[in-house]
């Protein structure tokens, strides 16, 4: 079984060896991929939609159908990862761990014993021990304001500089699961419930699918952003770029929703009690 | 001799993507856990990326953004000065959505340990023929 997958490993990793003497040399700029549509991309984005970067305006104008159902699969995916995981029966651990913050003692209290309610003094942790650990606290909650100010900008800045609602909703999401991880997953689901970021999901995909709507309404092809002048009171091709910014903040909450979603069930397996 | 070699530069590139596809391949065909083929199956896909990549690769030209500012004005855009945009655009929504997937995957695998309490795939074929019968 071994050696029938090696040797189809191999032929097929030999075939394509063989076949990439047909490829274009690195670097041709006349290569059959940069020769056809591309050109027209970036000879054209400034004057079609006053956009400089353009993947930005490739991304979310030229295949705007394309990044719309992308957007699509990602909250499908993140609908499917709560469908296949989430556990709505809360089976509450037997027994609980509590820290005395004062005095940093752990207390372990069995089934049928008093909870202490989560006040200043007491503070549930999780059921594998972890220590207190003060710096990484710290470190993190001065850090995650700034990750977050640095997603908004890579989202916003996006059509001059590299970025857009993919690369920010994913730092976004990223900010969300440091501090799940630095603290516990109960205080981020306190921070950003399960509703919210459910909600956050769809609403993402609703702002595409609403500007391409809306378009529709005043008598142009759908997601043609052309058609927003009159209400946003620009010309035609500033138009577009306001658009694009529109959709892109859509990709950005859809993907950053489904990052923590993703992280909440799988670090808990579906139970949304404790984490990593 | 020379040819040869100029050769192996001019392709070395996709060379590496073809070792990390058959890496990737092997991973899922041969590896009987179901963890390893997941980690298999995200090694092929970043050999896909990285191939995409390398293709909108131009010599001499610069980052697909088009040099602007207030004072400048509106010189003519020459295709040759900047990369093709085209698979960037293509692998930025891909990354993503690999990652979106890679999450789905790993619920799958987490809902087979829970049900079957293992993740070899021989030991599942056991069980499964086990409760056919």
């Given at each position: 079984m071994k050696a029938i997958g090696v040797i189809l490993v191999g032929f097929l990793g030999g075939l394509l060896i063989y076949c990439s003497m047909d490829f274009p040399p690195w670097?041709?700029?006349?290569?059959p991929a940069s020769s056809h549509v591309s050109p027209y991309y970036i000879e054209h984005t400034l004057e079609d939609t006053?956009?400089?970067?353009i993947v930005t305006s490739v991304l979310a104008d030229y295949r705007g159908y394309d990044t719309m159902f992308e957007t699509v699969v990602i909250f499908t995916a993140g609908i499917a990862c709560i469908f296949l995981?989430?556990?709505?029966?809360a089976v509450e651990p037997e027994t609980r761990l509590y820290r005395h913050?004062?005095?940093?003692i752990t207390l372990r209290i069995a089934q049928g014993g008093k909870f202490p309610d989560d006040s200043d003094q007491f503070k549930r942790i999780d059921s594998d021990w972890v220590p207190h650990d003060i710096i990484l606290q710290t470190t993190c909650r001065m850090i995650i304001p700034f990750i977050q100010i640095f997603a908004l900008y890579v989202i916003a800045h996006g059509h001059h500089s590299p970025g857009g609602g993919f690369q920010g909703g994913v730092i976004f999401g990223a900010s969300i699961i440091l501090f799940a991880i630095a603290f516990d997953l109960r205080s981020a689901i306190k921070r950003m419930g399960e509703r919210l970021t459910a909600f956050l999901c769809a609403l993402g995909v609703l702002i595409y699918a609403g500007v391409g709507l809306v378009c529709m309404l005043y008598?142009?092809?759908?997601?043609?952003?052309?058609?927003?002048a009159d209400i946003l009171g620009v010309d035609r091709i500033s138009a577009r770029s306001h658009g694009i910014l529109m959709v892109e903040i859509g990709v950005g909450l859809a993907v950053m929703a489904v990052m923590v979603v993703l992280y909440y069930n799988l670090a808990s397996a579906g139970k949304h009690d404790e984490g990593l | 001799m020379d040819e040869l070699l100029t050769i192996l530069i001019s392709r070395i590139n996709y060379w590496v993507y073809i070792i990390l596809m058959m890496v990737g391949m092997y991973g899922i065909i041969i590896k009987k856990n179901l963890m390893k083929k997941i980690i298999g199956m995200s090694i092929l896909q970043t050999s896909v990326i990285l191939f995409y990549v390398s293709i909108g690769a131009k010599k001499n030209a610069t980052i697909p953004i088009i040099e602007h500012?207030?004072?400048?004005?509106?010189a003519a855009v020459q295709?040759?000065?900047?990369?093709?945009?085209l698979p960037h655009v293509l692998m930025l929504t891909a990354i993503v959505v690999a990652v979106a997937t890679l999450g789905v995957a790993l619920a799958l695998a987490i809902k087979i340990y829970k049900q079957?309490?293992?993740?070899?795939e021989d030991e599942l074929i056991e069980i499964l023929k086990e409760k056919e019968f």
């Open positions: 670097g041709d700029p006349h290569s006053s956009v400089p970067n995981l989430r556990v709505f029966k913050l004062p005095t940093g008598g142009n092809n759908f997601l043609d952003y052309s058609a927003l | 500012g207030h004072d400048t004005g509106h295709a040759t000065h900047y990369i093709n945009p079957y309490n293992t993740l070899e």
